[in-house]
């Protein structure tokens, strides 16, 4: 099956500072990532997706880059905000299977510093 | 839409008791799971399904059933629990054709603990 590994586990920035989370997949031909953000007590919610025929996704202050390549995908939020703050959770679907079976990667705590 | 419904949002329960979670869903989708989120291990998949009628294993099925009478609901039962068994589990739905959105809409989760 699919694994995924997710780089740092904790992740400290100050107010305004990029962040940036990475993540790698083993299946190379896997074809979509997602990214979930999960504030403290609350349910995981999609932030941002990519599928593997484009390179970069931007949506306001985040993106998602896709190295297919390297088998690695990252989360990039700029200009930290304090409610930017929480668990990060990368994923990706085996390439066999069903598509919506999705492999979470272990989390990154993010905290932005006032 | 209410989107994805699960009861209860907390229980305790003794070594060897059984209970059921409950998941709904109002949104017609097709693909629904479950999974439980530890510490440091993020979401692992126990059970999913495509349809009505058809399920299947994730990652970690042992000591969990489940089953897909109707396309809104999505049960987890738990035979006989067990220490291991703490968790928070959710539930999660999402479109199951490629031409939709794949995102998956997660429940509120449901704090399990077991003495």
């Known amino acids: 099956g699919e694994n995924v590994e997710q780089h740092p586990s904790t992740l400290s920035v100050q107010e305004g500072d990029s962040a940036v989370i990475k993540c790698t997949y083993s299946?190379?031909?896997?074809?979509?990532f997602p990214w979930y953000k999960q504030e403290l007590g609350k349910r995981p919610q999609l932030i941002i997706d990519?599928?593997?025929?484009?390179g970069e996704k931007k949506d306001q202050r985040i993106a998602v880059t896709l190295n297919k390549t390297a088998k690695h995908f990252s989360l990039h939020i700029t200009e930290t905000q304090p409610e930017d703050s929480a668990v990060y959770f990368c994923?990706?679907?085996?390439?066999?299977?069903?598509?919506?079976?999705?492999?979470f990667g272990s989390g990154t705590q993010l905290t932005v510093l006032p | 839409n209410a989107g994805v419904t699960q009861t209860p949002k907390f229980q305790v329960l003794k070594t060897g008791q059984s209970m059921t979670l409950q998941c709904a869903q109002d949104?017609?989708?097709?693909?629904m799971s479950w999974y439980r989120q530890d510490p440091g291990m993020g979401l692992r998949l126990i059970h999913y399904?495509?349809?009505?009628?058809?399920?299947d294993q994730g990652e970690v099925p042992n000591g969990y059933n489940v089953s897909r009478s109707t396309t809104e609901d999505f049960p987890l039962r738990l035979l006989s629990a067990a220490p291991s068994q703490t968790s928070v589990y959710f539930c999660?739905?999402?479109?199951?054709?490629?031409?939709?959105?794949?995102?998956?809409?997660f429940g509120p989760g449901t704090r399990l603990l077991v003495l």
């Open positions: 999660a739905s999402t479109h199951l054709p490629s031409s939709v959105s794949q995102t998956q809409y």
């Open positions: 299946d190379s031909a896997s074809n979509y």
């Open positions: 990519i599928r593997s025929n484009v």
């Open positions: 994923a990706s679907p085996p390439s066999s299977g069903s598509a919506r079976q999705l492999t």
């Open positions: 949104m017609n989708h097709e693909y």
């Open positions: 399904s495509v349809g009505a009628g058809i399920t």
